[in-house]
């Protein structure tokens, strides 16, 4: 049974930073693909970052490219989201997805999210 936890999120202040982590367990992690999606109050799913299988590749959502960094750690079987320099609209709850391949964002395979709330 695959399972995503999610955890990091918090309040911060404009500018700040934080990071998210993704456990997994229940496949084989590194074999997928992985990202980060995010759902702001009020609003839908919303892609952030992927990183390949092997590490090989990563993308990012305009609204944070070269802001935010992916990675992952295939002994631990984690992926991480490090956010720098937050501003008040990357306010949300942010999800881990297990992806079949890169390119492809799996929305429905996602843990229960961690609250980012970026506020002054």
């Known amino acids: 049974q695959v399972q995503l936890v999610e955890s990091g999120g918090g309040l911060v202040q404009p500018g700040g930073s934080l990071r998210l982590s993704c456990a997994t367990s229940?496949?084989?992690?590194?074999?997928?693909?992985m990202s980060w999606v995010r759902q702001a109050p009020g609003k839908g799913l919303e892609w952030v970052s992927q990183i390949s299988a092997g590490s090989t590749l990563t993308r990012y959502a305009n609204s944070v490219k070269g802001r935010f960094t992916i990675s992952r750690d295939d002994v631990k079987k984690t992926v991480d989201l490090q956010m720098n320099s937050l501003k008040p609209e990357d306010t949300a709850v942010y999800y881990c997805t297990q992806d079949r391949r890169y390119a492809e964002v799996n929305y429905n395979e996602r843990g229960q999210g961690t609250h980012v709330t970026v506020s002054s």
């Open positions: 229940g496949f084989t992690f590194s074999n997928y693909a």
